[in-house]
Structures are given as structure tokens and as C-alpha cells.
């Protein structure tokens, strides 16, 4: 069994930074492509961002381009989201996951992934 852990959430104002980690603990998730997905009270989940288990590849919505950065450190197990220029739209609970086939198909969509971590709470004040 694995486990997904998300940490760094937390209340920001408008314009700030934050950085997400989502660590992996109880197995490794070697070729699994790691998502960033967020849901925000009311709404469906949203799909953020996603890497390749190499760290080379990356995806983001296009509302997050140029804003959020996902990376990664496989010695450590962990995914990071570096946000920034964050705004009172971007409160949500943030989500880290896993998915199995990679690259290989959608990674937008949330039914794509295995594993979920149990989120963070993610509040940007105006």
C-alpha cells in the first residue's frame, strides 16, 4: 500500500507564495506521473498541474502557467507546488496524486489517477 501526504498549505494574502509538498511514503511509485488537481467549496475538482516520474515533463492548466511551478525529488519521495502571485480565486483544498500509466492518457482528468493524498487547505485573503 501506498500513501500520499500533502503538506504547506495554509492562509496567504493576495500575491503571495506558497510551496505544496506531496510526500510518498510506504512504497515507491517508480514511472507514476504525480498530479496536482484543487477543488474549491461548490466546485468540481480542478485539474493544476502534473510530472512525469523524471521530473522532465510537465503540465499545467493554463490559468496556473507562468504561476505555478510542479517539480520534484525522487530521492526524497516528494512533489512540490511552487505557487505564486497567488489569488483569492486559487482557495481550494489542493490535491496530489498518482497515476499508474504515466504520461500515457489524459492527465487532466482525476479518474486517470490511483492514489490521493488527503489535501490541504490552500486560503489567499484579498
Known amino acids: 500500500q501506498g500513501q500520499l501526504v500533502e503538506s504547506g498549505g495554509g492562509l496567504v494574502q493576495a500575491g503571495g507564495s506558497l510551496r505544496l509538498s506531496c510526500a510518498a511514503s510506504?512504497?515507491?511509485?517508480?514511472?507514476?506521473?504525480t498530479g496536482w488537481f484543487r477543488q474549491a467549496p461548490g466546485k468540481e475538482r480542478e485539474f493544476v498541474a502534473a510530472?512525469?516520474?523524471?521530473?522532465?515533463?510537465?503540465y499545467y492548466a493554463d490559468s496556473m502557467k507562468g504561476r505555478f511551478t510542479i517539480s520534484r525529488d525522487n530521492a526524497k519521495n516528494t512533489v512540490y507546488l511552487r505557487m505564486t502571485s497567488l489569488k483569492p480565486e486559487d482557495t481550494a483544498v489542493y490535491f496530489c496524486?498518482?497515476?499508474?500509466?504515466?504520461?500515457?492518457?489524459?492527465?487532466?482528468?482525476?479518474?486517470?489517477?490511483?492514489?490521493w493524498g488527503q489535501g490541504t487547505q490552500v486560503t489567499v485573503s484579498s
Open positions: 510530472i512525469n516520474w523524471f521530473g522532465v515533463r510537465t
Open positions: 510506504g512504497r515507491t511509485f517508480s514511472g507514476y506521473a
Open positions: 496524486a498518482t497515476k499508474a500509466s504515466g504520461w500515457v492518457g489524459s492527465l487532466t482528468s482525476a479518474n486517470e489517477y490511483n492514489y
